[in-house]
């Protein structure tokens, strides 16, 4: 038989799903895959049932219904602080990784050079390396996860055609600072770059730290793309429901993509979220508040087992180094074993450091752990981790 493209060679079940199935067999908790078990809220809920009810079941625009752009463009502006001109700027995608695939599909053409900040969110570079682009990356490391902005105009050659940033970051929870998002803006005009921007923990801050998106400094809108979605602000990754935000010219190109792989995102869906836009801000507070709750306790007790662990900035995951473990425990020689004797001794699921970076051996002494849990597994899940690897006396 004739061969499959060659763009399948590379592709692999990654190490997420075969703990997943491991912890289906020991009853175990998984803090690895980063999925939300909170209930989604019941506005959204209610519009969707309305809208099936109602027979709001044909295709949509393929930039989305106008009533959800319309709440998209205002929040963009009021919470991003995005000049976006117009509804033309906004499209619904079928999950931000939609939108991520519609964007690159717009913006890049095989061979073209991307730069991507490790560590880094293992899709973005999946999905760039299927569309046959080359990666550049720049190495960056706990605590503060600083940004050698040398380093990254050092990277940059007459193929560079895009920059990946994603704030608050998955896996490490890094936020980028208004510095370095000015420092960003001014390369992107320099070296006339396009930046794709992941903003889908945007609600999720810690110490008081502020999102700030990169198409809000000024100077960098008509180069940049930014996407978001509901899938983690609102508990609902299995509803499948993003958005784009930027030039009306890249937008436009963009849907008309997004059409033909899938013509338009759910439209009774879609109905449902724009209800979440007539909840009252406290719903965001009240978000941070619990997941600050949930952060304290699993990095405490991740360092009262032993682990350095780099306090997330934002997001829900904690990228922690159990170097310090292994004079203490048998299991702890990488990360894979790391994450296997997690499972074995434990019931935890995490995900291997290897998936972050494009060399394995720079991962392999870290383990990421995702607290967006109901907050009673995630203390059963810190119980077990500590009776499984006993605090030092
Ligand atoms: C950084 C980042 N971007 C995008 C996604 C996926 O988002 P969506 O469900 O909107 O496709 C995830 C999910 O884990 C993520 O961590």
């Known amino acids: ?66 009533q959800l752009r319309e709440a998209l463009l205002k929040k963009s502006r009021a919470y991003n602080r995005i000049p976006a001109n117009s509804v033309d700027d906004i499209m619904v995608t079928v999950g931000s990784t939609g939108a991520f695939v519609a964007t690159i599909l717009t913006l890049l053409d095989a061979g073209d050079e991307v730069i991507v900040f490790e560590p880094y969110y293992g899709y973005h570079c999946n999905l760039l390396t299927v569309m046959g682009a080359s990666l550049k990356f720049v190495r960056t490391t706990a605590l503060d996860w600083d940004i050698d902005f040398e380093h990254v105009e050092s990277l940059i050659s007459s193929r560079t055609k895009a920059i990946i940033v994603n704030t608050p970051g998955n896996p490490n929870g890094k936020v980028w600072s208004r510095d370095e998002l000015n420092q960003m803006a001014t390369l992107l005009k320099k070296h006339d770059l396009w930046a794709i921007t992941d903003e889908i923990y945007e609600y999720m801050l810690y110490d008081g730290r502020e999102h700030i998106s990169l198409a809000s400094i000024p100077g960098a809108y008509e180069r940049t ?102 004079e203490r425990f048998e299991g702890f020689d990488d990360d894979m074993q790391a994450s296997q004797t997690l499972v074995d001794r434990a019931g935890i699921g995490t995900v291997a450091g290897r998936s972050f970076f494009a060399e394995e051996a720079d991962g392999d002494s870290c383990l990421r752990f995702c607290f967006a849990k109901e907050y009673d597994v995630l203390e059963e899940a810190c119980r077990r981790l500590k009776a499984a690897f006993p605090p030092s006396a």
């Not at 939300?36 to 295709?59: L, V």
């Open 1 to 66: 038989m004739k061969p499959l493209a060659e763009r399948t060679e590379q592709l692999k079940q990654s190490n997420i799903r075969a703990i997943t199935l491991m912890l289906q067999e020991v009853d175990g908790i998984n803090l690895g895959q980063g999925i939300c078990d909170m209930p989604t809220p019941e506005p959204i809920k209610r519009g969707a049932h309305a809208a099936i009810d109602d027979d709001k079941s044909i295709y949509s625009y393929y930039g989305g219904i106008l």
């Open 225 to 326: 793309i930014t996407l978001s979605g509901f899938s983690k602000t609102y508990n609902m990754t299995g509803w499948r429901l993003g958005y784009a935000v930027g030039p009306e010219s890249v937008i436009t190109k963009m849907g008309l993509l997004a059409d033909l792989i899938y013509i338009c995102a759910p439209t009774p869906l879609q109905h449902g979220v724009a209800e979440a836009f007539s909840m009252s801000d406290n719903y965001f507070a009240d978000m941070l508040t619990s997941y600050e709750r949930k952060r304290q306790l699993m990095c405490t007790t991740l360092e009262e087992i032993g682990f350095n662990v780099p306090w997330p900035q934002g997001s829900y995951y904690v990228l922690a180094d159990f170097t310090p473990l292994r």
